[in-house]
């Protein structure tokens, strides 16, 4: 799913930015012929992610004679204790490879993670969980596919997916009849418009607007059960904004259709992922 090209320029931009022009540990202590085995363990219980994108590193550094077997594959569910895969290969690549390796598996498994929590919160309802654009700077791809591992859904992966007003396009356009109405005359037959609401009255208005989607922006509870009904089918309904695990359910159970999470990219738990050298 992600481009390797991709993979391999972000491994490349980390890899210089952590080695620099030497790695003044490992170059003077280590003889450069020197091999050794590693472990990839997991350190609690979780959902895998990163495994390939972790082994590229290695394979970066060392493109040829490098081996990797792995016991544990994306999506796949860890208990703490679990070997993920061994490696093999010169002891300088894994050395130099081990931070970088180490940082994508377990922010790509905690993301993963965090999804499928919430994913088993909602189980039963009509509504999905869904990412957004609150990821970090030149890894959204990777964090976008960790989500899809952990049984979540991606909106968009930027500006160009579709047409999403929000309170401030809307407030600058000139109101939403206004700037619906605008947009239409100008999108693509493929592209949807989605609208960010604040109120009821406001969701009167992207409804007979006819936009795609709606965001329930903030709303309670009680705003979202009744905005449900009103829309009855018309429009899909997402709910966001401060959503946790502690309203994950309460907020699914109102009926909407979609709800999508920043936390789940902006601000998740590495999960803890070690990477033992052995003889």
């Known amino acids: 799913m992600i481009n390797s090209i991709y993979v391999d320029e972000i491994i490349k931009t980390a890899l210089l930015e952590d080695i620099n022009y030497l790695d003044c540990a490992t170059d003077y202590l280590i003889d450069e012929e020197q091999e050794n085995t590693a472990r990839f363990l997991a350190k609690s219980d979780g959902v895998l992610c ?98 899809t591992v952990g049984g979540g859904r991606n909106h968009r992966f930027n500006l160009s997916d579709a047409a999403m007003l929000k309170d401030n396009h809307v407030d600058a356009g000139g109101g939403i009849a206004n700037a619906v109405a605008k947009l239409k005359q100008k999108l693509g037959h493929m592209t949807k418009i989605e609208l960010e609401v604040r109120n009821l009255d406001e969701l009167g208005q992207a409804l007979e607007a006819g936009v795609d989607v709606i965001m329930l922006d903030n709303m309670s509870c009680e705003q979202m059960r009744e ?41 998740v738990k590495a999960f803890d992922i070690s990477l033992k050298i052995s003889g």
């Open 50 to 147: 990163g495994i390939d994108i972790a082994l590229r590193v290695f394979q970066i550094l060392q493109p040829q004679g490098f081996e990797a077997t792995v016991y544990k594959h994306d999506g796949d569910l860890l208990e703490k204790g679990d070997i993920i895969a061994e490696i093999k290969g010169k002891t300088r690549a894994l050395l130099k490879g081990e931070r970088t390796a180490l940082n994508l598996i377990q922010h790509m498994s905690g993301v993963a993670t965090a999804t499928r929590k919430a994913v088993d919160i909602v189980e039963g309802t009509n509504a999905s969980i869904a990412d957004t654009r609150k990821t970090l700077p030149g890894l959204r791809p990777l964090q976008k596919y960790a989500v």
């Open 227 to 267: 905005a449900v009904e009103i829309t009855n089918g018309r429009a899909l309904l997402e709910a966001s904004g401060g959503i946790t695990d502690e309203t994950l359910r309460e907020i699914a159970e109102t009926g909407v259709d979609i709800i999508s999470m920043g936390a789940l990219t902006h601000s």
